[in-house]
């Protein structure tokens, strides 16, 4: 399922899609698209809400246009689902750079591109809150998952953030991650995408709180998010100050009989 912005001809172009056309298949009957009327605002929530709007598989996954997984991915996230007995969740991949991964270790449990089952995305009405034009859903969705128990950790499946190339002359995939220049400066799309982001935090304080914008914040801090995910109940409703007050407690635990984590 495609989702994409009307306007966009490089897209339009590249899947024979007709300029004007709102949903249909691209010219090779392959691709089901969705397109989305940008309004003057940035549009990633909305194109991949759009094309769950016409999905109709069992599990969906927000995926971007510059995210590469690895190779065998898709058996190894078969065996994973297949070990889940909830019926509802959410499943956070890394999806970092890689050069970020190696240099800040910063790997959290933010679900960026998250996989949701269709009953739970049929529960929620969306796959990203549309409350947001681009920054802050993944948050509230680590939040929203996070306190009802859903989140599933899936780290150990990687999808490779390109900042280069992706495919070698051998029309082989590679790592377009590892690059140890990133470019500080940001795409016209990018800086209206970012201009958002004092709004999208208004949204989350008002949604939820100083508890619950704590507990993801937490979650987001590398080692201290492996606490947060081993404190939380998948069995029931998490109250924030639980999560906290446990994952705490065992991070100070754990601190006091490993020192590789005194650092």
């Keep these: 399922m495609l989702g994409f912005e009307s306007g966009d001809m490089l ?33 990633a929530v909305r194109n991949w809400n759009g094309a769950a709007t016409i999905s109709n598989g069992d599990f969906l996954i927000a995926i971007a246009d510059d995210l590469v997984p690895e190779e065998g991915w898709d058996i190894q996230l078969d065996m994973f689902i297949s070990k889940i007995e909830s019926e509802n969740f959410v499943l956070s991949f890394t999806d970092d750079r890689c050069n970020a991964l190696k240099t800040r270790n910063n790997d959290t449990l933010l679900p960026r591109h998250p996989l949701i089952p269709r009953r739970t995305y049929e529960q929620l009405g969306y796959l990203f809150n549309p409350r947001f034009d681009s920054v802050g859903p993944d948050f509230d969705l680590l939040v929203l998952s996070l306190t009802k128990g859903w989140l599933v950790d899936a ?53 939820w709180g100083f508890l619950h914008i704590l507990l993801g914040k937490i979650a987001c801090i590398n080692r201290l998010s492996d606490f947060v995910y081993r404190a939380m109940n998948p069995q029931r409703n998490n109250s924030p100050i639980r999560i906290i007050v446990k994952a705490i407690s065992l991070y100070n635990l754990n601190k006091f009989v490993n020192p590789r984590l005194w650092r």
């Design 155 to 207: 780290r150990e499946i990687k999808l490779h953030h390109s900042i280069g190339p992706i495919i070698n002359s051998h029309g082989e995939v590679v790592c377009g991650c590892s690059t140890n220049a990133l470019s500080r400066k940001r795409t016209d799309a990018q800086s209206r995408m970012h201009k958002n982001s004092e709004a999208a935090w208004d949204h989350l304080k008002a949604d």
């Design 11 to 43: 897209v339009s172009q590249e899947y024979g899609i007709d300029v004007h056309a709102v949903e249909g298949f691209s010219r090779d009957g392959v691709t089901k698209f969705h397109c989305s009327e940008a309004n003057d605002t940035s549009s």
